[in-house]
């Protein structure tokens, strides 16, 4: 099992720059998850899928934050435009619906100047 | 009120002490609650998970569930220099799993 795979690891942008996240889930997981980590407000759900439909987008900070999951192994993030406050790193997760913990990605470090 | 607190520390503890860590949390209808333990530059790693009242076992670990108190609690056993990390508190209702902000443990050789 190659667990949560997320791209790219690292992201440098320019401020105004339109910036896109992408995640696979571990295959079967039929639960997916966005979440923001920064030193200030630690780690902050997003928005998540079950079963490829948005369920919860309410902790999305803005507009210019969009998510996809178009299918049941691919998920997107998209900033645009992005602002240095954006700045964080964003974690992929995935798991079976039910009381279960989650499983993370790598993450993905963005950093927007 | 923050929906899960934790002292973020940092938490010094002798190597083969006990460590200690704690958490609270405000919803009532919390159904699961999960240790994750994260190292520096690395992603939340799940170590523990307890759904009821009580004590439960894992290896050196111990979580401990009081949902009158709304508290949850983690002892380390026989610390370990490389248990020093951040350990995230996690509850969830339904499908959500929310996150305190960590606790730094160090584990002093």
């Known amino acids: 099992d190659a667990g949560v795979i997320q791209s790219p690891r690292h992201e440098v942008t320019e401020m105004g720059q339109e910036v896109t996240l992408r995640c696979k889930p571990i295959s079967g997981h039929n639960s997916l998850f966005w979440y923001r980590q920064t030193m200030m407000r630690g780690l902050e759900l997003l928005i998540y899928?079950?079963?490829?439909?948005?369920?919860?987008d309410s902790g999305m900070p803005e507009d210019r934050f969009s998510a996809k999951m178009p299918n049941a192994s691919f998920s997107t993030l998209k900033i645009q435009p992005s602002e240095p406050r954006d700045s964080a790193v964003y974690f992929c997760?995935?798991?079976?619906?039910?009381?279960?913990?989650?499983?993370f990605g790598s993450g993905t470090r963005l950093t927007v100047v | 009120q923050k929906e899960v607190e934790q002292n973020s520390g940092p938490l010094s503890v002798p190597e083969g002490a006990i460590a200690s860590l704690n958490c609270t949390y405000s919803d009532r209808g919390s159904q699961s609650f999960f240790w994750y333990r994260q190292y520096s530059g690395k992603s939340p790693e799940l170590i523990m998970s307890?759904?009821?009242?009580g004590d439960k076992e894992d290896g050196r670990f111990t979580a401990q569930l009081n949902k009158a108190s709304q508290y949850v609690s983690l002892l380390i056993r026989d610390s370990q220099p490389s248990d020093s990390a951040t350990y995230l508190c996690?509850?969830?209702?339904?499908?959500?799993?929310?996150f305190g902000k960590g606790t730094r443990l160090h584990i002093l050789p």
């Open positions: 996690a509850v969830s209702r339904d499908d959500k799993i929310i």
């Open positions: 307890i759904y009821s009242n």
């Open positions: 899928f079950n079963n490829n439909v948005p369920i919860d």
């Open positions: 997760a995935s798991r079976l619906t039910g009381d279960y913990g989650y499983t």
